[in-house]
Nanobody, 127 residues
């Protein structure tokens, strides 16, 4: 089993910034596509961003383009989500995820495409 642990969530005012982290263990991190999802109360779990195994290719949901940046540090088995210009509608629980197989495409965007999940970290943006 792969274990994923998110951190960095909190309360921030609109226009502010946060950086989320996800530490992974259990398999070779450098061969794994990693992704961030988010889920607000009463809503579906939505894809936010993903990064491939080399860190050279990324994919973003339209609602975060230009504001969020996903990156990875393979030496630390950690991915990050730098969140700038935060809006109240960004309020959600943010989850880190990875597919069950190594070298899976980073273009996967459905929650069902991902087999391992962290417990989530709460991000609250006040207006």
């Amino acid at each position: 089993q792969v274990q994923l642990v998110e951190s960095g969530g909190g309360l921030v005012q609109a226009g502010g910034s946060l950086r989320l982290s996800c530490a992974a263990s259990g398999r070779t991190f450098s061969s794994s596509t990693m992704a961030w999802f988010r889920q607000a109360p009463g809503k579906e779990r939505d894809f936010v961003a993903s990064v491939n195994w080399t860190g050279g290719s990324t994919y973003y949901a339209d609602f975060v383009k230009g504001r969020f940046t996903i990156s990875r540090d393979n030496a630390k088995s950690t991915i990050y989500l730098q969140m700038n210009s935060l809006k109240p509608e960004d309020t959600a629980v943010y989850y880190c995820a990875t597919p069950r197989t190594s070298y899976a495409s980073h273009a996967l965007r459905r929650p069902s495409d991902y087999g391992y999940w962290g417990q989530g970290t709460q991000v609250t943006v006040s207006s």
